[in-house]
């Protein structure tokens, strides 16, 4: 039985219709009853000290939480204060251990928080936020009318801290990473001016320190990209921050990862004493994450790297389905809609480029069918899915009777073995180079692996100045949305090129940000130079025009003196301008009457990454097959493709970003007058800095 019970004045209930109420001080909280029915309000729900309101010749009793107040009406005023007093140390009584122990906390987090600021290590957004939600948990935790009346002066001091922290936590972080950034820059300096022949740059040395939750280096072309890779991975191994075998380091090509892994181990070894990381390509990633599930290695079907028997074998499933008669008639029918002068050839290839991007897309075939009704011609989309199914279904087929997957299929069902749990990733940090090729099949596996541990951080090297590979999936997005994407991010811009000289980068920088687009970021050229580096040969005949160039070279390289060969990348928009010769044998024959230039013929796609004394660009033209290329891509495939821009020219200007920046010392376009490229026009429109 409870020993302290009020009864609110009956006299009261029938003057004025108050409701019978008896209060009784429970060991919970507060019991109220109407003598029928009992209600405790517990004391945890109590947000302030009850109080009393006077009348004239009776109190009420008012009580309240923080979403409600109660009151209770019509008792005796001196019944009501012991019964109040009784209540408030009973709260008292209930509140103080959870004082105590919030103070506690209190005091931890302030240690915490002081520890997060003292600039010993670079803090990242997550760590803060993390700090901030337990500061306003406990904030929180009590309500301020009780902790101001029952706490300390001492309780209330590192309340009022963690409130100070919360509302100022960004700009306090910040101040610290500074801090942390010129003391740790200066305690590394001889590692990062050991690592490579020359010492790294201010721009790439932060980029290797900086540790943020998301981290984008944008670099330009010949800004280092490399050496930064390679100087991140040092600084980690280095500091003591991971081990070698938790740093997962991806390249797209295998050629660029051995290449990276070759450079990177010449450069750590000696200075760190210690293995490297392996660096992968996502095929290979793709191929542990499955094996390491599965107990065995998929078997890649030979198509992945053939493109040539992938598209034959497309071509033959289309001339098999062709004896019924009824495909025969859909395909014929679908030629003549799209003006296909060779029905098998030209659809093998729409069917085999569209059979890639849709596995891609991860779609269900019912689901695209679905889509494809919304389009602007339902017509002739509907028409190729009808003649598609059977060769997305021979070719699953095929290879599951291999028991082989394709690339898609790799790195689609890696990412559903880590989204499942059935892989958990080792790697606290990945590296990713050649970011801006990523697709969005590729960034969601990145995506899945970082979501497995909570303090992966991520260190992304790219250059949206030089996304040319829409056309296979990749998505420029990903790069210039990053931090929507993955989250918080710190940006570095790589600003120094060891490449091109400042009048190319002059051309390069302002040609490539016509598009508002593009990120903006300014690039110094180590090589400084008076004069314009960029040149225009007007002829109607390119071979003329090639020979032109090249005497120029051969010229300049006598001149020099220099006992190594002039290297010089002669660049088309597409392979065949350079003529149906074998390009083994036209480059044999060009170094035959230029015995002083190491020639090199290829696709302005293939010299990504290259770089040579001097650049020929060819069929700076306008057309389908000029320099923009004005070839449409069909309809069907941009469904599947990312998102197009807006600007106009716009993956085609940084090609010719790309084409431009692989020269050292001098670029020639070679363009035909009575054919001459938009870009020709706008160049000397805009008055550039070229030679004409």
Request: proline share 4%.
């Amino acid at each position: 039985m409870n020993t302290f019970e009020i009864r609110n004045n009956w006299l009261t209930n029938l003057l004025f219709g108050h409701p019978p109420s008896i209060l009784t001080l429970h060991s919970k909280g507060l019991q109220i009853s109407d003598g029928k029915k009992k209600v405790i309000l517990p004391f945890s729900r109590m947000s302030s000290l009850p109080q009393i309101r006077r009348r004239l010749f009776w109190s009420h009793l008012s009580v309240s939480t923080a979403k409600k107040s109660y009151l209770y009406k019509g008792f005796s005023v001196s019944q009501l204060r012991q019964f109040s007093l009784a209540l408030n140390d009973a709260l008292k009584s209930h509140v103080q251990p959870l004082l105590q122990a919030e103070y506690k906390e209190a005091k931890q987090l302030k240690t915490e928080i002081r520890n997060f600021l003292d600039a010993s290590a670079y803090r990242r957004h997550s760590q803060g936020r993390a700090l901030i939600t337990r500061c306003r948990q406990l904030v929180a935790k009590t309500s301020v009318p009780l902790r101001e009346h029952f706490a300390t002066s001492a309780h209330l001091s590192a309340i009022k801290s963690l409130a100070d922290f919360v509302a100022t936590a960004e700009e306090k972080r910040k101040r610290a990473n500074a801090k942390f950034l010129r003391q740790e820059l200066q305690r590394c300096q001889s590692f990062f001016d050991q690592l490579e022949r020359n010492p790294l740059t201010a721009a790439q040395r932060r980029a290797c320190v900086i540790s943020e939750d998301n981290n984008l280096v944008l670099a330009g072309a010949g800004t280092g990209k490399t050496s930064t890779m390679t100087g991140r991975a040092g600084y980690l191994l280095m500091s003591g921050q991971t081990q070698p075998a938790q740093i997962l380091m991806l390249a797209y090509a295998r050629k660029a990862a051995e290449e990276m892994q070759e450079r990177q181990d010449k450069c750590l070894r000696p200075l760190l004493q210690q293995s490297t990381p392996v660096i992968k390509t996502f095929h290979a990633l793709g191929l542990e994450i499955i094996g390491k599930v599965e107990g065995k290695w998929p078997v890649i079907t030979p198509f992945a790297e053939n493109n040539t028997a992938y598209l034959q074998f497309i071509e033959d499933v289309i001339r098999h389905l062709m004896s019924d008669p009824a495909y025969k008639k859909k395909l014929n029918q679908f030629c003549a809609a799209s003006g296909y002068q060779k029905p098998v050839a030209d659809v093998a290839r729409l069917m085999a480029d569209f059979l890639m991007l849709f596995k891609q897309s991860r779609q269900t075939f019912k689901a695209l069918t679905s889509a494809v009704k919304k389009q602007a011609d339902t017509a002739r989309f509907s028409l190729f899915l009808s003649i598609f199914e059977p060769v997305l279904n021979a070719y699953e087929q095929h290879l599951a009777e291999k028991n082989e997957i394709d690339f898609t299929d790799m790195i689609v069902k890696a990412t559903g073995y880590v989204e499942s749990g059935r892989y958990f990733s080792p790697y606290q940090h990945i590296l990713v180079d050649e970011f801006q090729d990523i697709s969005q099949e590729r960034a969601l596996l990145i995506k899945a692996l970082l979501a497995q541990r909570e303090a992966a951080v991520l260190f992304a090297v790219g250059d949206d100045w030089q996304s040319i590979y829409r056309f296979t999936g990749s998505d420029i997005r990903l790069t210039r949305e990053f931090d929507a994407l993955f989250g918080a991010t710190t940006t570095t811009a790589l600003d120094t090129t060891f490449r091109f000289n400042n009048k190319i980068g002059e051309v390069a920088s302002a040609f490539v940000l016509k598009n508002p687009e593009q990120m903006t970021k300014t690039i110094n050229a180590v090589s400084v130079v008076p004069d314009p580096a960029i040149h225009l040969i007007r002829t109607s005949a390119t071979e003329s025009g090639l020979h032109q160039a090249l005497n120029r070279i051969q010229q300049e390289a006598s001149e020099q003196q220099t006992e190594r060969k002039t290297t010089v990348a002669v660049l088309a928009r597409f392979n065949f301008l350079f003529g149906h010769d074998n390009p083994v044998m036209q480059r044999q024959q060009m170094g035959e009457k230029y015995p002083q230039l190491e020639i090199e013929l290829m696709s302005v796609h293939a010299s990504k990454g290259k770089e040579a004394d001097y650049v020929i660009i060819l069929g700076m033209n306008k057309g389908k097959y000029g320099f923009p290329s004005q070839k449409a891509t069909d309809p069907i495939l941009e469904f599947l493709l990312p998102g197009k821009e807006t600007f106009p020219d716009a993956e085609e200007r940084r090609l010719f970003y790309v084409a431009l920046t692989r020269a050292r010392h001098r670029v020639y376009l070679i363009s035909d007058p009575r054919d001459e490229s938009p870009f020709i026009t706008e160049l000397i429109e805009q008055k550039y800095p070229i030679c004409t």
